[in-house]
């Protein structure tokens, strides 16, 4: 389809990022990456212990960074410097606060029922701590990920930025994002003749 093809997907807890990512990775033919499987270390229960930052990196140029195309999903403006200045496109998703707990909550069941916690577990990630959290993204009073802090990023990017709702349908996302791609590339050929 075309050759140079890095793309960061980013946004809040619950928008649709990683399930956009893979729809994207998928239709693309290209591989997907997810920032949580390189920022935590595997543990059980999961997402409790951090590698290092300079692990973090060596795993990723390790996994994926040198090739021409992949999708990574996640949230890496606080750590992942070198890993931005790759980017060729990034799309950051912005979903609804109700829409984004709505989806966190069934989630939350969901891995509490198949990880075999009972509701309320303190060892269970997926409590009510982190649930709190989510819901404080788009008022920047937390620490960590926020509205605010994503757009002090992406205002830093040299690379194509695209803004999605994350509330419309994924098939949908994915044809506007593949669309808006192909019409760059199609733009850069006129431009420079190739």
Same mark, same amino acid.
């Given at each position: ?36 499987? &390189? &920022? ?6 999961? &997402? ?68 075999? &916690? ?5 060892? @269970?990630?997926?409590? @009510? ?40 349908? $994924? @098939? ?21 003749? $190739?």
């Amino acid at each position: 389809m075309f050759s140079k093809r890095r793309i960061h997907i980013t946004g809040a807890s619950g928008a649709g990022v990683t399930t956009l990512g893979q729809a994207l990775a998928s239709r693309l033919e290209i591989p997907f990456h997810d920032t949580d499987d &390189y &920022y935590w270390r595997p543990s059980d229960p999961p &997402y409790r212990e951090k590698r290092k930052i300079s692990e973090r990196l060596k795993l990723m140029e390790a996994m994926f960074l040198d090739r021409p195309a992949w999708v990574l999903s996640g949230a890496l403006e606080s750590w992942g410097g070198p890993v931005s200045q790759m980017f060729d496109h990034v799309v950051f998703v912005r979903t609804h606060t109700e829409v984004r707990m709505q989806r966190l909550r069934a989630r939350e069941r969901t891995r509490i029922e198949s990880e075999g &916690y009972s509701s309320g577990d303190s060892r @269970s990630p997926w409590n @009510s701590a982190f649930l709190d959290w989510a819901s404080r993204y788009d008022h920047g009073d937390r620490l960590g990920r926020s509205l605010v802090r994503h757009e002090a990023w992406l205002a830093t990017l040299q690379c194509h930025i695209m803004r999605v709702d994350g509330a419309r349908p $994924t @098939s949908e996302l994915v044809d506007g994002i593949v669309g808006e791609i192909n019409r760059l590339r199609m733009d850069q050929e006129r431009v420079t003749g $190739t």
